[in-house]
């Protein structure tokens, strides 16, 4: 009996034995054999951790609810009454790869050679996500002609047969419910012309996944993976015929989901801002789907929506790309700009989300987003970063400082990099972050890397003075390690030319000693930035891809140019530089640090047609 099945007796067992069973494998003891601090709290925090899953998974099943979600029969249908629409794009070009038997997804591209795709061994767990979550049948829609669409139907009687190398992975909810959501809404697609045969074994391989997905749904992990699940379920509900208890019991279940998820201010509760464009893809056509059905959307749906819209703006920089944070990487234009559409007020972003724990002051073409709050909750902290009083500054469509961010492909690769505060454009103390992950080998292939340590009080100040907009915030990250607060403030002159920083560190009690420990505050440059040093040690001078520059200065502290990457470039991750600027925090309390433009863009004329 595993410990994701909801039952309480395994969850409850590992909690109870944690703290006496993991004091020997790894952690500290003082000399007299008692366990440490650090190490009875790290133990304390994980039984904390399984007793959250334990006690979220059996609220999931019978809070409130007459009939559990995973009780609820689902019928195989006579018929489906709508398929919905897909919003994300589809590439007609992709079908004839995939019609000539090459399978690229991921960064990898695999040949059939006689096989089907399903019998290939993946190249990486993102290759086989892809190809059992069927988002490739849009690139075939796309293509829509009839060879296409007896590719599609093959393909997806292939997986009917037998799902093949790759079981466990598409039976992980998240991808087994975009496979529910893929066949539903490339359903007209797959089912014309489609024989007898086909139609019946398709409607009987759709409930029986539904099934599946209807009791894993509630033990899916936290965050997107089990919105998504549900938002399948409840797809199902509207799209198949015979279904008004699966439909009644998983809107419920959704309602409470975003109403728990989706944070006051329109936020995700895992502060990854790339769940809002993802979600809404599913939750747009979903609120169509209501109305095609001539239903009411539930109101926790709407609701949900009308919240996430203007957080879209929010994290936008003027090149229409998301900040990097909490696991954001490349944003696609295309799909951000297909979301817009449906943004009706198409207002000024909001400046202060408390809730999702984010900051924004705008000065007529700069803009800077900072993150001021404390790491998401520990259940939904998978993807989190420790990147607490971080920020990114752009101007106009010219993005100065970002963060690392994570890449399209090959995340497990740079998981561990790209969630360091050091990837980050904000202070570091003796090369630690500022947050602590989950580490060890058993615990960490059952509930992954959540964050177990971190920021639990973000305090944070705005206003307008002088000309210029302010903003400060602090976090205790490093009161238990090094007995220190850091504090960062921000100072962005309403002209638009000027952005004056400044990073102190303190103890914790008024009055105490600092530690001999290191910083290092990073700013990592968009690669687009080019760097020139000047003879002055203290500054450097940016030059941006349309003329304009700036100069960085710190006028206490030597400037080290350093090399960086940007996870999260189109294509990959792509080598940028970072600016650093290091000390010791007993020595050198107070840093303060100025961007300065010192030349405007150049307005390039526009090309006049000629001869030849």
Not at 128 to 157: D, P, S, Y
Not at 264 to 291: H, Y
Not at 369 to 392: M, N, Q, R, Y
Not at 530 to 552: K, Q, Y
Request: aromatic share 6%; charged share 20%; glycine share 8%.
């Amino acid at each position: 009996m595993g410990i994701w099945n909801g039952s309480a007796g395994p969850l409850q067992a590992v909690a109870r034995n944690l703290v006496g069973t993991l004091a020997g494998k790894g952690h500290a003891h003082t000399p007299g054999g008692a366990v440490s601090r650090g190490g009875l709290r790290e133990r304390t925090q994980l039984a904390t951790l399984l007793l959250e899953l334990w006690s979220q998974t059996v609220l999931a099943r019978i809070g409130g609810r007459a009939v559990p979600l995973g009780y609820v029969p689902v019928p195989v249908p006579e018929r489906l009454l709508i398929a919905p629409q897909d919003l994300r794009t589809g590439d007609a070009t992709v079908a004839s790869e995939i019609y000539s038997g090459r399978f690229a997804f991921a960064g990898k591209v695999m040949a059939l050679d006689g096989r089907t795709a399903f019998e290939l061994v993946p190249p990486s767990v993102e290759w086989a996500e892809a190809l059992h979550g069927f988002g490739w049948l849009r690139h075939l829609k796309a293509a829509n002609t009839t060879i296409a669409r007896a590719n599609a139907r093959a393909l997806v009687g292939d997986f009917i047969r037998d799902p093949g190398k790759a079981k466990a992975v598409a039976a992980r909810p998240d991808v087994a419910a975009r496979r529910i959501i893929s066949w539903l809404t490339q359903a007209t697609f797959l089912l014309q012309d489609a024989d007898h045969d086909f139609y019946r074994r398709f409607m009987r391989s759709l409930a029986k996944q539904v099934r599946q997905l209807r009791r894993m749904a509630s033990d899916a992990p936290d965050g997107y993976p089990r919105l998504i699940a549900i938002v399948a379920l409840v797809f199902a509900g509207l799209c198949m015929s015979d279904q008004p208890r699966l439909l009644k019991a998983a809107q419920k279940r959704l309602a409470e989901e975003l109403d728990r998820q989706i944070l006051p201010d329109g936020g995700p509760l895992t502060r990854n801002p790339g769940m809002l464009i993802e979600l809404l893809l599913d939750l747009l056509p979903l609120r169509q789907a209501f109305t095609a059905r001539n239903q009411q959307a539930p109101a926790a749906l709407m609701n949900a929506v009308d919240r996430m819209m203007p957080m879209l703006r929010f994290f936008r920089h003027g090149d229409g790309a998301f900040a990097h944070f909490h696991g954001m990487g490349h944003t696609a234009a295309d799909q951000l700009a297909t979301i817009l559409a449906f943004d009706d007020a198409r207002g000024a972003p909001v400046a202060n989300a408390p809730y999702s724990g984010y900051q924004r002051l705008d000065a007529r073409s700069l803009m800077l987003i900072a993150d001021t709050g404390p790491p998401p909750p520990t259940v939904a902290s998978w993807e989190a970063h420790a990147s607490c009083l971080a920020f990114e500054f752009s101007s106009a469509r010219q993005r100065i400082v970002i963060n690392c961010g994570v890449p399209e492909v090959h995340r497990e690769m740079w998981r561990q990099v790209a969630r360091s505060t050091a990837a980050h454009s904000t202070a570091v103390i003796a090369d630690t972050s500022s947050c602590r992950f989950l580490q060890g080998g058993s615990m960490t292939r059952i509930f992954g890397a959540p964050i177990v340590a971190g920021p639990k009080h973000v305090e944070v100040q705005r206003g307008t003075r002088n000309n210029a907009l302010l903003l400060r915030a602090s976090h205790d990250g490093y009161a238990e390690a090094f007995n220190l607060l850091h504090q960062r403030s921000w100072r962005l002159a309403l002209e638009g030319n000027r952005l004056d920083g400044e990073d102190i560190f303190r103890p914790v009690e008024e009055g105490g000693a600092l530690p001999a420990e290191t910083f290092a505050i990073r700013f990592h440059l968009h690669p687009s930035v080019t760097v020139e040093r000047l003879d002055d040690p203290h500054t450097a001078l940016l030059s941006l891809p349309n003329g304009e520059a700036w100069a960085f200065a710190a006028p206490h502290l030597p400037l080290v140019v350093e090399e960086s990457v940007d996870l999260a470039a189109t294509g990959g991750p792509r080598r940028t530089s970072q600016l650093v600027l290091t000390g010791e925090v007993a020595r050198t309390p107070r840093v303060i640090w100025t961007f300065v433009r010192t030349r405007e863009a150049q307005s390039v004329p526009p090309v006049r047609p000629g001869r030849g």
